[in-house]
């Protein structure tokens, strides 16, 4: 059973260790979780790369330039160098991946490399971003994050990013966003998904989202991929079983969400795992707990199926 992940931070660990003199193969590195051999093992068909740029130590004046760099490290050593990884450049793509293909969707997490510069968003979707989260954790020009005290929502230039993103059929994730943008994006995105978020009804953290925020995301047709994170998933937890992530999935069917589930792991941007799911080829031991629960076509839609019938196009 193949799977749809729809967000991993190879970008930045493969940037870091670029800055760092030290060169990471892609292919079978360890250090990268969601290397080629791992996609592969965990029968990943689709693979979302974000660019994240770390505010707390990128001076503002370096960011466009590290999220640039970072878009080339895509193009580079993700699809460049691999046959087997195909570029999702539009999303009829991923439609016609051949069955030993993997597609590979660049996106945005954060738009502080941009500024105040919404051209610099269209060169980013020149470069295949189909995905874009407003901020991180903290507050930038377009938004408040989950973590940002004051908790405000969307900035004028946060709403015109959203309806470019409409207008480009370019996914707007909700994930970091504070609880007012998060309502914000709702009311202007076209195309809203929580591309790495769990609920918070069981667990409360602010990463998570509360149940009317699911509601609202259910009730659009939006996707909600769930991060398997242990923080995420188990308050105080730095470890989890799939048990601890069946309770979400649990949490989100009985709100009427069977249809808009799937994962978005986090790997690589993350500190701790779930019990035997080390990395993405951990997604073959998932899927079989999970079909140990729910029904076959329940897992096919939770895995892959969900997310493909909601994307644009």
Known sequence: MKVIDTHCDALLKLQTARLGQKQ???????????????????NVAVQ??????????????????????????????????????RFIRNWKDIRSLAPDEIGAVLTLEGAEAIGND??????LYQMGVKSVGLTWNPANLCADGAEEPRGAGLTRLGKEAVQL??????????????????????????????????ARAICDHPRNLY?????????????????????FLKKGAETATVADLLEHIDHVCALGGEKNIGFGSDFDGIRS???????????????????????EEQVKGFAYQNIMNMLPG
Do not use: C
Not at 24 to 42: H, V
Not at 118 to 123: A, D, I, M, R, S
Not at 167 to 194: C, G, K, R
């Open 24 to 42: 990471l193969d892609f292919r079978n590195a360890p250090e990268i979780e969601t290397n080629l051999q791992r996609l592969e093992a965990g």
């Open 48 to 85: 979302f790369f974000a660019i994240f740029v770390d505010t707390e130590n990128v001076a503002t004046t370096d960011q466009w330039k590290y999220a640039q760099e970072q878009a080339a490290i895509f193009h580079e050593e993700i699809v460049g160098k691999n046959e087997k990884v």
């Open 118 to 123: 919404l051209e610099k968003l269209k060169t």
């Open 165 to 198: 993103n409409n207008a480009n059929e370019v996914l707007t994730d909700v994930s970091h966003l504070s609880v007012q943008a998060f309502w914000d994006v709702m009311e202007l995105a076209d195309y809203p998904i929580a591309s790495h978020s769990n």
């Open 211 to 231: 149940d009317d925020q699911l509601k609202a995301l259910i009730d659009k047709k939006a996707p909600i991929h769930f991060a398997l994170y242990p923080v």
């Open 273 to 295: 795992y779930i019990d035997h799911i080390p990395d993405a080829s951990g997604y073959t031991y998932l899927l079989n707990e999970l079909q140990k629960h729910y029904s």
